[in-house]
């Protein structure tokens, strides 16, 4: 079966990794990907993709059908196919994975797709909803943050992941390297106290500044709770963050994007997650657990599927539902000695986010493609 993988994103995030598993898993159902990214898109080469895995750069999605081979073909697009191979022909399956819910969007997105293959059961709930043709099981994920990148120290980086359509972030893009080598680039040492990090792009789908306006004046009131924030993000979003911080910003240190995510999960206490509504999954979540570090998130979906309260995390109240009194109550509780929860022993919960399970998962994704091309 000939399959072609489209990710055009020129920025690394969750759904590059994503990509890279998945190739991985198909490879070993005996699919190889022809794999079409964006030109710009350098992370590429620390991923680990399989061997039968041919990635070619497209310089715009007006050339993308000159690099799909003949029918019979599955088109699998991490997002909503690009609008010019959304046209229905005869021996090709217009399929998706979509990394982001409908809720609050625009679900016409999917239309003219045949297959929408979710990654939760938050993302193909809203999916259903509006009438498109969900697959009937998540997908899910893996959780390998050791196969990210570098294994060594852990050295500040830039905050911003420069948008080089903006002029302005085109221009301060331009400055920052003559600016850079003014300010100290030290390593990563944990500090005394409570630990919480995030480890994610620091997008506006994560919503940290909204979280924040309502969690920083509870951390403000407890100095001994430091806040390390791995990741970066446009300059809006990091500005907007700064922002929200401000009532605890001396607690709170940003270390930039980086590729050894395994060691940043296991030198803290807690993995922070942002808001849930406008988040799919996240394999940040499922990473940290892999790793042992246990997660706090709010108490709603996709986070419900991800987090056993009590067992792998501690799950609270949407912070803008009750002016963050039930976060306020659980830091009181993990500063008073609560215990802190072991999540490498929810073994049944992890073994869902396992290589081997999301294979399982996709065996019947591939059957369904070959018999809906064999009907065409």
């Given amino acids: ?14 759904g590059e990794v994503y990509t890279a598993f998945l190739c991985r898993a198909l490879s070993h159902l005996g699919v190889p990907t022809r794999l079409l990214v964006h030109p710009r898109a350098v992370f590429w080469e620390r991923l680990d993709l399989p061997a039968d895995t041919l990635r070619i750069a497209v310089a715009s999605t007006a050339d993308l059908q000159r690099y799909l081979p003949a029918a019979p073909l599955w088109l699998l697009s991490h997002g909503p196919l690009p609008a010019e191979l959304r046209t229905a022909l005869p021996g090709r399956l217009l399929t998706a994975i979509a990394h982001m819910p409908v809720q609050g969007r625009n679900p016409m997105a999917f239309s003219d797709h045949e297959r929408i293959y979710a990654v939760s059961g938050w993302v193909r709930d809203g999916l259903r909803a509006a009438g498109l043709p969900a697959w009937q ?3 899910y994920g893996v959780a390998e943050p050791g196969l990210r990148g570098s294994t060594g120290e852990i050295r500040r980086t830039s905050r911003y992941d420069w948008d080089r359509r903006k002029g302005r972030d085109r221009l301060l893009g331009a ?16 500090r ?24 920083a004046p509870v951390l403000a009131r407890h100095s001994q709770v430091a806040i390390e924030i791995f990741g970066s993000g446009g300059y809006a979003s990091v500005r907007d963050l700064d922002a929200a911080l401000r009532p605890c910003a001396g607690q709170v240190r940003f270390w930039g994007q980086q590729g050894n995510v395994d060691r940043i999960y296991r030198q803290l206490d807690y993995l922070l997650s942002g808001l849930p509504e406008k988040e799919a999954l996240g394999l940040n979540i499922i990473e940290a657990q892999a790793c042992g570090t246990p997660v706090i998130a709010v108490n709603a979906p996709p986070f419900t599927e991800t987090v056993v309260n009590g067992e792998t995390g501690f799950l ?14 659980l830091l009181d509780a993990l500063l008073a000695g609560r215990a802190r929860p072991q999540p490498e022993h929810a073994v049944a919960h992890l ?4 290589f081997d399970a999301f294979v399982d998962r996709l065996r019947p994704v591939v059957a369904d493609a070959a018999l809906q091309l064999s009907r065409e």
Wanted: glycine share 8%; no cysteine.
């Fill in 192 to 215: 005394d106290g409570l630990t919480l990090g995030i480890v994610s792009r620091l997008t506006p789908i994560k919503q940290f500044p909204l979280l924040f306006g309502q969690l």
């Fill in 316 to 329: 609270y109240r949407d912070p803008r539902q009750d002016g963050a009194a039930d976060f306020a109550r």
């Fill in 351 to 354: 073994a869902r986010f396992s």
């Fill in 137 to 139: 099981e998540p997908l």
């Fill in 1 to 14: 079966m000939k399959l072609v993988q489209i990710n055009l994103q020129p920025h690394f995030g969750g």
């Fill in 175 to 190: 400055l920052e390297p003559f600016v850079a080598p003014l300010h100290r680039q030290p390593a990563f040492v944990r």
